[in-house]
């Protein structure tokens, strides 16, 4: 069971900056390719971003290219997401995902293991 802690959410006014963070303490991070996935309220969850398990690649939502950006630490078990721009549409709940080595998917399905996830809340 692999266990991931959300953290960097909160209130910002439009047109600002947030950085999130997804910890895995204790597990083989390197292993895992990591997805970043939202969901508004009454919306089903939808796809952001995902790096692969080595790093070497990335995948991002259309309509989010150029104003998010995911890395990852593989030395502080540690993934990021940098959202920049942000617009009240934004707003939703974040969560962090894994799956075992594989491509940076864009399918909710395709990955095993969820955090809690974290509130971003754009608005002025």
């Known amino acids: 069971q692999v266990q991931l802690v959300e953290s960097g959410g909160g209130l910002v006014q439009p047109g600002g900056s947030l950085r999130l963070a997804c910890a895995a303490p204790?597990?083989?991070?390197?292993?895992?390719?990591m997805g970043w996935f939202r969901q508004a309220p009454g919306k089903q969850r939808e796809f952001v971003a995902a790096?692969?398990?080595?790093?070497?690649?990335?995948n991002y939502a259309d309509s989010l290219k150029g104003r998010f950006t995911i890395s990852r630490d593989n030395a502080k078990n540690t993934v990021y997401l940098q959202m920049n721009s942000l617009k009240p549409e934004d707003t939703a709940v974040y969560y962090c995902?894994?799956?075992?080595?594989?491509?940076?998917?864009?399918?909710?399905?395709?990955?095993?293991?969820w955090g809690q996830g974290t509130q971003v809340t754009v608005s002025s």
């Open positions: 995902a894994a799956r075992p080595y594989g491509s940076p998917s864009s399918a909710v399905s395709e990955y095993s293991y």
């Open positions: 204790g597990h083989t991070f390197s292993s895992y390719t």
């Open positions: 790096i692969r398990w080595s790093g070497g690649s990335t």
